[in-house]
């Protein structure tokens, strides 16, 4: 897979996960509300933040590993090796 469609593919299942992010977190608000003010279910709201924080999870490691990617492709353009590449990237994220 060229370096341009991996990371069309990891900005787009990031911005996915993203918008199931916050879908689920107003959800998870109504579920709230609806628990705390007309005696809803407890279990809808738990259910709403879980998948809310789950998909949070996700949305940002599909965005670490586009910023990997394009970080490491652009150390090797500008002459790194890919040993080096992921080294420096290493570095980077272990901060």
Same mark, same amino acid.
């Given at each position: 897979? !060229?370096? *341009?469609? $991996?990371? &069309?593919?990891? !900005?787009?299942?990031? /911005?996915?996960?993203? %918008? /199931? %992010?916050?879908?689920?977190?107003?959800?998870?608000?109504?579920?709230?509300?609806?628990?705390?003010?007309? $005696?809803? *279910?407890?279990?809808?709201?738990?259910?709403?933040?879980?998948? *809310?924080?789950? *998909? $949070? %999870?996700?949305? &940002?490691?599909?965005? $670490?590993?586009?910023? &990997?990617?394009?970080?490491?492709?652009?150390?090797?353009? &500008?002459?790194?090796?890919?040993?080096?590449?992921?080294?420096?990237?290493?570095?980077?994220?272990?901060?």
């Amino acid at each position: 897979m !060229k370096t *341009s469609t $991996k990371l &069309r593919v990891l !900005k787009a299942v990031s /911005g996915l996960f993203s %918008w /199931g %992010w916050i879908i689920a977190a107003l959800i998870g608000v109504y579920c709230l509300v609806t628990a705390i003010g007309f $005696k809803g *279910s407890w279990v809808n709201v738990f259910i709403a933040f879980g998948i *809310s924080g789950i *998909s $949070k %999870w996700f949305a &940002r490691g599909f965005g $670490k590993s586009q910023k &990997r990617v394009a970080f490491e492709t652009e150390m090797i353009f &500008r002459g790194m090796t890919p040993e080096h590449a992921a080294d420096a990237v290493a570095r980077l994220l272990d901060r």
